[in-house]
Nanobody, 126 residues
Framework: QVQVAESGGGSVQSGGSLRLTCVVS????????MGWFRQAPGKEREEVGI???????SYGDSVKGRFTLSQDSAKNTLYLQMHNLNPEDTAMYYC????????????????????WGQGTQVTVSS
């Protein structure tokens, strides 16, 4: 069974930075596409960033230029470095994973990820 665990959330003032960490515990021989998503109260879940097993990344429009994904593939760990945070970034941040195979289909939306963490709260005050 694949398990996803996030950490690193917290409270920060506007303009501040945070780094989130996601660790996927799965089958040793399988690689995982991983992504961060967020959901604020009363809003729909939105993509923050996705990385596939080739290292290709995509970012949601609202975080481009401020957030950066990095990973330690050997440890199935994904980091989300967030800079210049603003109150609109306040949300529960979720990490997700999906088994990916070279040359196969890579997920690019939330519904295509099948393992999710419990989420970590990020609160940005003005």
């Amino acid at each position: 069974q694949v398990q996803v665990a996030e950490s690193g959330g917290g409270s920060v003032q506007s303009g501040g930075s945070l780094r989130l960490t996601c660790v996927v515990s799965g089958y040793p021989a399988i690689k995982y596409c991983m992504g961060w998503f967020r959901q604020a109260p009363g809003k729909e879940r939105e993509e923050v960033g996705i990385v596939d097993i080739d290292g290709e990344t995509s970012y949601g429009d609202s975080v481009k230029g401020r957030f950066t994904l990095s990973q330690d593939s050997a440890k199935n760990t994904l980091y989300l470095q967030m800079h210049n945070l603003n109150p609109e970034d306040t949300a529960m941040y979720y990490c997700a994973a999906a088994a990916c195979f070279p040359g196969g289909y890579y997920p690019y939306r939330a519904s295509e990820f099948d393992a999710w963490g419990q989420g970590t709260q990020v609160t940005v005050s003005s």
